[in-house]
């Protein structure tokens, strides 16, 4: 049961609350029907001008040459913006938490390495404008091979998607190109297992398809800052990802949003608002800048690729002995949040179940696709999908109920997680339970009286003995520090990460970063 | 640059603009007269964020080039609400949890209002096919047919 | 450069300044020249409309109904004399695109979209066509095979011969989204009969080629023969001769290569 600290939290929670069950109005939900919630678009500002990308047509090519002149000199064009223009232009998302390397420009300078990828920006006093201003620009391209499968791009050989990655793998830890969870010793179940069965699975890229598309408008404000009304999900971080990339401090700007016409994870890569506020500089006019539907499909990031091999041994009882998973993200040609994705779901691994033997290996790899974002339980939701077609078929395979299949399985209040944490205020069975009944499924009374609450622990609860395997050879490059905070690029070499056996430890954290406590994505509390 | 005089009546009242040649009505909606209540969802004819009423008849301002409604009479969101008082559609679409995001709610109801301006009562089949064109990405449509549905009924227990 | 529109009063002027300007595209209910527009097509820099009410004539005092090429979807099932068109016209977009969309227009439209072509083409309609040198009237099928030269003419109506019954003619949108969506096929047949014997059968199949085509090996296989279920299995099987589907996101080329013939058999059968 949950403990609530009363003594403490004394005002926090009205232990009278009665709204489950009962309508609650939204508070914005007047401004719905009326039509006057105010989303980013509907600002109408003096002299605005519209911002345009020319978008790369290939999905990886080197840029030869790129020549604006003409553009330059189309009617209503009031400034072109190229690679160069943008103060720091390389930025990775999480380097606002310290985690991995600036591996994207805001504007391709020397290739392009997926289709839609942005080159320049016009500002033009009309939409119509700006785009005939972009036919006009000529971009000498040189075509490369392109990868478009996970795993091709890990054969060798394979083209080198992003040279920040030359494996074609994130990099975690500066050191591991994938991530691990060892916890027993699967291939001993395998052998003592009654079937073993292997299976694969695979997710295609999703799009969040949201009814506004990605935008922002930014506007020049007094004492030289600057007002950027967002359709983003992440204010803040998008917020902080600016003054980074446009290498000014943070209060430069006034970032209002938080009415959004649709987000779903798709509104959280900060797409267009570091153009347009450079636009808004550079020509200190309003300047928008909104995706039309194409560009929202082909740029605007998607839940990205999976392909998931799932291997498991079983017993003739149905009790799961060992379970090994192979996984591939196709974070696309950067980074924005698969890597973080990726910790995600070897979080999750084995799935709610108490297996004695557990191998997972989950690689974010870099492709010439658009690169992946966040969408709803990203990182997790594929996985799960995989984990629970696999139940079906194991249950199938020894003749057992899949609902009765998973409460044998289910892991219990504690059991020892592949974690090596203990399972508590575990409900799977429950879950279960109740499923069964509202479908009408009939479930043994024997499987109706277990519970999550009882015969959990014990054995359940030991870790089983875990081969150790060598470290990488090598290290690889140091992680990059951030230096959104104008602070000189990183110097500071972190200490050369000491072989140790998996579960890898984060490296030293930077001294510059002490205000970084905790950060979900190494789930570890730093100072 | 040459401009196009044009005008039409707009949620009642009479309004004269300048507009780019090519320009279509959403724009001149929302950037000539300031009614932001359409939205731009696609440019395309695909979502139905920008659907309008022209002469009374449903049709997408995106897809509209603004001149040809000289001398029409326009309807948006923004006319919806007499005085204070929403319309018993807006009512429904509170009352019945229609909107969630807000972005396809203009739309809705302004198909919603071209079904039942014609057919008072219409089926649920009826309903489901005026909003077919307007697509929603987080409500789901059952609370907006179910909005749609208790608006007519309640428009017929008052008549 | 804006875009500059033309408004013409009568057709023949309209057709002129079409045929007259290489940039210029005729504007019908809007929903493909204002969609280009919107996604930034620079090829198009003029605008020609008419208002000529010839343009907007339905004509179904005889056999053979004409349809100008203005005529909307809307029009379309609102007239109870062209209930054989009311499936195709229903099939295309939500009430707002069929108030807005064409018959001239939907000739046009590039797969996934045209169905209501599909219908016409497997009716055997005739385009009327104003070009640089005069009208003329063409047959639907030569029309789209030279749609890409045709967008300096302009369309004025098509003719077709109305359907013997209800049965001699079908129609079947395969969508993935009902009521609404895009076509992954489109399917049409017109089926005149003479002694319980099929006789000059027209099937006609969207979104299976670049522009909409007829399935020929079907309609020879249908020929002379009743409509029982050995006629239409052999049709069925000969379906795909002849089609060079494409991939979209609507569905694959393999994928409608797999289907057409079984969608083609539920339509010849009657089956929903």
Redesign the interface.
Known sequence: MLELRKDIFADERDDNLKEIGRGTQRQDMLGHVTGTSTYFDDHKLQGMLHLKVLRSPHAHARLRRIDTMEAERSAGVRRIIRGADVPRNLNTLLSLINFGKDDEPSLAVDKVRYKGEPIVAVVADSPREAYEAIAKVRVDYEPLPAVFDVEGALKPGAPVVNETYPKNTFVYHDVYDHQKLRFGDVERGFAEADHVLEQHYQMSPIEHAPTETNGSIAAPDTNGRYVVYTSTQALFFSLDTCAKILDVPSNTFHFIGGTVGGGFGGKVDTLTEPLAILGAMLTGRPVRYQLGREEEMQFGSPRGAERIYIKDGVMRDGRIVARKIRAYFDSGAYTRLSSYAVVKCVAHLPGPYTIPNVHGDVYCVFTNRTPATAMRGFGVTAMDFALECQMDKLAHLVGIDPMEFRILNAYRDGDMKAHRREAKNTALIECVQVAAEKAKWPLREEMRRMSSRKDGGGSRAAVSPTPLEPAPQGAAVSQQRTTYDRAPPATIQPPPPTPTPSPPRPPAPSPSHGATRFSSVFGTRRR | ??K?ALQFRHNGRDVALFV???V?LLVAL??SI?D??P???????????C?VLIDG????S????A??VNGRAVE???G??DGPN?HPL?RA??EQ?A????????GM?M?AK??LDRNPSPSRAEV???????????TGYEPIINAVLAAASGGRARA | MPVTVKTFANFGEAASALSSDRSARYLGGGTLVMRALNEGDVSISTVVRATDRALTRIDVASSRVTIGAGVTFARILAERELAFLHAPARSIGGPAVRNMGTVGGNLFAPSPYGDFTVALLALDATVSVQGGLGARDMPIEEFLQSRERQSGALVLAIACQRPASADAFRYRKIARIKPKGGSVITLAAHLPSSGGRISGARIALGSMAATQIRARAAERALEGRSLDDAAINAAAAVAAEGVSPTDNALGSAWYRREIVGVHLRRLLSGLE
């Open positions: 640059m040459t196009t780019d040649g090519g279509n929302r950037e300031g932001m209540t939205k731009f969802g696609c440019g395309q004819g695909g979502c139905g964020a659907s008849e449903l049709h997408l995106c897809l509209t080039l001149e040809t948006t969101l923004d919806l609400k929403l807006q679409f509170m949890f909107a969630q995001c807000g972005y396809c709610t203009p109801l198909a071209a079904l489901i096919e005026a909003i077919s064109g307007n697509i929603c990405r987080c």
